[in-house]
């Protein structure tokens, strides 16, 4: 199973992007999906994740400007993203793990915003 991440694209600041992360199939176990990302010489941090009962949780920069959900029907999760700063430019990666501890990643997007 691939997870194919989409959306990615240059924004000026205070715009809006919608990601969207595809899965080619369906993964058994699967108890979080997310995003994470990695900026120029960065390290790679959580961005946001939604569990299997629909909670979410969001890393403190993006509260109140970025919304993930997910579509189980179609395999697919999103990352709403608004109010888009400079800072948030990084590659953007989907993942999903499973109770078994087994990650799938996405190839990763790319989203910059200008000033």
């Known amino acids: 199973v691939q997870l194919q991440a989409s959306g990615g694209g240059l924004v000026q600041a205070g715009g809006s992007l919608r990601l969207s992360c595809a899965a080619s199939?369906?993964?058994?176990?699967?108890?979080?999906r997310g995003w994470y990302r990695q900026a120029p010489g960065k390290e790679r941090e959580l961005v946001a994740i939604?569990?299997?009962?629909?909670?979410?949780n969001y890393e403190d920069s993006v509260k109140g400007r970025f919304t993930i959900s997910r579509d189980i029907a179609k395999n697919t999760v999103y990352l709403q993203m608004s109010s888009l700063k400079p800072e948030d430019t990084a590659v953007y990666f989907c993942?999903?793990?499973?109770?078994?501890?087994?990650?799938?990643w996405g190839q990763g997007t790319l989203v910059t915003v200008s000033s």
């Open positions: 993942y999903q793990k499973t109770n078994y501890e087994k990650v799938y």
């Open positions: 199939g369906k993964i058994s176990g699967v108890n979080v």
């Open positions: 939604i569990l299997n009962n629909g909670l979410t």
